[in-house]
């Protein structure tokens, strides 16, 4: 069965997120202590990575033989997982050459997430929060839809294990990585 839409498109009459405070709080948070699952094999605590981390969250990645849930391109900030991820793999390279990795980060399986990041041939590890372990220390938003509860869409910046930046919502989420990497050149730590 092939999807029928363009998952790597986004349509022009999506709604827009709003800012409603949840994200208000993460500024200046340390990263919690949690092993998240990886792409690359093993676990990853994002609170040991030394240096500047870019975590982009998001709900979910499509596939092209599904479609998505019913009514996903009604909520707003839900389309546009694979637009995103294949923005910051386009964008990698500038990014780590600002000193920072890139992680993924959604509420999916491991299983799940490889097959994307074989798919789109992502350089990066995408982490696992199937447990919502990281999303619940850190209070992050979520939605529920289709009886999986996801992660709303949001990036964080964190540097030696403290969030120094956070966007939220993300919107158009294929422009996030040129955010990122805009405030990645303007707040370059020596």
Same mark, same amino acid.
């Given at each position: 069965?092939?999807?029928?839409?363009?998952?790597?498109?986004?349509?022009?009459?999506?709604?827009?997120?709003?800012?409603?405070?949840?994200?208000?709080?993460?500024?200046?948070?340390?990263?919690?202590?949690?092993?998240?699952?990886?792409?690359?094999?093993?676990?990853?605590?994002?609170?040991?990575?030394?240096?500047?981390?870019?975590?982009?969250?998001?709900?979910?990645?499509?596939?092209?033989?599904?479609?998505?849930?019913?009514?996903? *391109?009604?909520?707003?900030?839900?389309?546009?997982?694979?637009?995103?991820?294949?923005?910051?793999?386009?964008?990698?390279? &500038?990014?780590?050459?600002?000193?920072?990795?890139?992680?993924?980060?959604?509420?999916?399986?491991?299983?799940?997430?490889?097959?994307?990041?074989?798919?789109?041939?992502?350089?990066? &590890?995408?982490?696992?929060?199937?447990?919502?372990?990281?999303?619940?220390?850190?209070?992050?938003?979520?939605?529920?839809?289709?009886?999986?509860?996801?992660?709303?869409?949001?990036?964080?910046?964190?540097?030696?294990?403290? $969030?120094?930046?956070?966007?939220?919502?993300?919107?158009?989420?294929?422009?996030?990585?040129?955010?990122? $990497?805009?405030?990645?050149? &303007? *707040?370059?730590?020596?």
């Amino acid at each position: 069965m092939a999807r029928s839409d363009d998952l790597h498109t986004l349509p022009d009459d999506l709604p827009v997120p709003v800012d409603d405070g949840r994200c208000d709080h993460l500024t200046g948070t340390g990263l919690p202590a949690v092993a998240l699952a990886s792409t690359g094999g093993g676990t990853v605590d994002l609170s040991t990575v030394r240096g500047t981390v870019v975590v982009y969250c998001y709900p979910c990645t499509g596939r092209p033989d599904r479609d998505p849930p019913e009514g996903w *391109n009604d909520i707003p900030g839900a389309r546009g997982c694979t637009p995103q991820t294949c923005s910051f793999r386009d964008h990698h390279r &500038e990014i780590t050459d600002l000193g920072a990795r890139v992680y993924g980060l959604s509420a999916q399986t491991t299983e799940y997430q490889r097959e994307m990041v074989e798919r789109l041939h992502v350089p990066f &590890e995408v982490l696992s929060d199937a447990g919502l372990a990281f999303a619940k220390a850190l209070a992050l938003p979520t939605f529920t839809v289709a009886g999986m509860t996801l992660i709303k869409r949001l990036t964080l910046i964190a540097t030696a294990g403290t $969030i120094d930046k956070v966007f939220y919502p993300v919107f158009p989420p294929d422009r996030n990585a040129g955010e990122v $990497i805009a405030w990645l050149s &303007e *707040n370059r730590r020596a």
